[in-house]
């Protein structure tokens, strides 16, 4: 199947995954229990390499051409805002079933294309990712801002009065 045509909006509360315009998935918003995002040694959305979007059934994995990071990233703020459930994994830490990544030897795909599996078939082998968060993207992006030492700790920038 070709991957460019996969597309994510949102529609309502309801997160849409559509083929050449077609829906093919609805993932309820209130259905969303957590969001991994895969990235490539890096926290920005053109590091993204794939998102597993995970309910209390089902992990949904969508590539990074679906423009999942968007939707994440950038859309219903609020919405994330209110729901700390944004995690983070660098993809050299995060593999996944071969089965999963189609393809043979050296053709092998590297990331995942979209796809539903039951909760169980992926839930061993995401419990050994170590994953960051939940924090959104914006604490992220402050947070490393921070570990670079690009502006002093929290805790130690406030000055204390003199007595």
Sequence with gaps: MRQDSLKTRWEGTDLLVL???QEIDRIASREIHRVILVCRAGDSP????FAVVETLTDHI?????SGIAG?????????????????WVDEARAPLPRRLLP??????RQQPGYMRLAHA???????????????SWEQRKWAGIVRKRLLPSACGSIPQPQR
């Design 71 to 87: 939707r994440v990233h950038f859309e219903r703020q609020a919405f994330w805002t209110h729901r700390p459930c944004v995690y």
């Design 46 to 49: 053109s590091d993204l390499r």
């Design 61 to 65: 994995l969508l590539p990074a051409a």
């Design 121 to 135: 078939e992926l839930a061993d082998v995401i419990e050994r990712w170590p994953l960051d968060g939940p924090q």
């Design 19 to 21: 083929r050449s315009e």
């Design 103 to 108: 393809g043979v030897w050296l053709l092998r």
